[in-house]
Structures are given as C-alpha cells and as structure tokens.
C-alpha cells in the first residue's frame, strides 16, 4: 500500500517560511496524484493542495493560495510544500496523502507547523 | 470552496445500523462520482473507508457502505462494532482539481 513520512514541521513566527517534506516509498510515485491535507487542532480535516505526477498540474485552496507552493522530486520520490507568509491560522497538523480514483491512502502520521511569535 | 456539511455527531449500539449524511452543492457531490469517506481514529492516520461513492478498498469491512442521490452522500455502518467508535470525514473532487472535506462526524458506539 506504501509509506509516507512528512517532516519539516516546526515553531515559526507570523511571516515567517518553512519547508515540509514527504518522503515516499511501496507505491509508483512518479505515476501518482499527490495532495497535502491539514488538520488545526480540534478540528476537522482541511484539503490544501494537489499536484499531478510529472508537475505540471498544481492547485491549492483559496486559504492558502499565493502564499503556499507544492512541488515534487521524482528521483527522489519526495513531495513538498513550501508555507510563506505563514499566519496563526495556519497553525496544523499537516499531511501528505496519495490520491486514487479521488480517494486519499495512504496518509502519513503527518508533521506539526505551529504558528507564534 | 465551502465545507461539505455533516451531523457533528452520530451513534448506535452494538450490532445496530448508524448512517452519516453529507451535504453538498451541484458543483461537488452533487456533479461527480468521486465522493469518498475517511476513519479517523484521534491520534492516529485517517483511514480510506470509501472511495468513488460506493467502493471499499481492500481491507475494509464489508459492514461499512457510501450511496449518493443528489447533493448529498452516505455512509452507512452495519453492525456497529466498539472498535468503530470514531470521527468520520466525507470528501468529493470540487472541479479545477481540488477537493473539498466534511466538517467530520463523531460516532459512539453506546
């Protein structure tokens, strides 16, 4: 079914970047659809953004859109997102999942992004 | 890019039937077959329950079942066990390649 590790997470001021990765590995990745879903604590589930398997195809939640960019390495089954211009709200557990037939799994455990000054 | 809208809760005993809706527009349940349902035990990774409306994937328990007539979507879980006492998430495609997620649905097993 595979595997998918997240890290990257972190403390980080309001304005500030940080990188997060997932690190992939029982599945073809480079064939794969690959999303980032979010959760704050105690609440739900929030998808933030999707990219096709070679790239080409990136989309993003209105909430995050200008200030977020997802990306991917293939070589070295890796998926990004790159958080700029972070906000309090931002504040989540952050996931990435591989998607089939509009279906999300795996997930990683994820990677926590604590927003505060 | 509106939540899609569930029950904040839903319960049942033992053996019983319990069946969680999930509401949205006819830019997104209601337009595409690619609505599909999570297990969320807190603490642990969300697990794929259903997928394109009715599928299970391997794995899952024959005793969990999606349905879909018009903007809204179920989830139906036959013969309650303890062990299915968690959240639930809906999720469908939303058009221009993004998704959008329930607000969750938290299921006790009485």
């Known amino acids: 079914e595979g595997q998918l590790v997240e890290s990257g997470g972190g403390l980080v001021q309001p304005g500030g970047s940080l990188r997060l990765s997932c690190a992939v590995s029982g599945f073809t990745f480079s064939n794969s659809w690959m999303n980032w879903v979010r959760q704050a604590p105690g609440k739900g589930l929030v998808w933030v953004s999707r990219i096709g398997p070679d790239g080409t195809v990136r989309s993003y939640a209105d909430s995050v859109k200008g200030r977020f960019t997802i990306s991917r390495d293939n070589a070295k089954n890796t998926l990004y997102l790159q958080l700029n211009s972070v906000r309090a709200e931002d504040t989540a557990l952050f996931h990435c999942?591989?998607?089939?037939?509009?279906?999300?799994?795996?997930w990683g455990q994820g990677t926590l992004v604590t927003v505060s000054s | 890019q509106s939540a899609l809208t569930q029950p904040p809760s839903a319960s049942g005993s033992p053996g019983q039937s319990v069946t969680i809706s999930c509401t949205g527009t006819?830019?997104?349940?209601?337009?595409?077959?690619?609505v599909s349902w999570y297990q969320h035990h807190p603490g642990k990774a969300p697990r794929l329950m259903i997928y394109?409306?009715?599928k299970g994937p391997s794995g899952v328990p024959d005793r969990f079942s999606g349905s879909k007539s018009g903007n809204t979507a179920s989830l139906t879980v036959s013969g309650l066990q303890a062990e299915d006492e968690a959240d639930y998430y809906c999720?469908?495609?939303?058009?221009?390649?993004?998704?959008?997620f329930g607000g969750g649905t938290k299921l006790t097993v009485l």
């Open positions: 394109e409306v009715t």
């Open positions: 006819s830019s997104d349940v209601g337009a595409y077959n690619f």
């Open positions: 999720s469908s495609y939303a058009g221009s390649n993004t998704f959008v």
């Open positions: 999942v591989r998607e089939l037939s509009g279906g999300f799994g795996p």
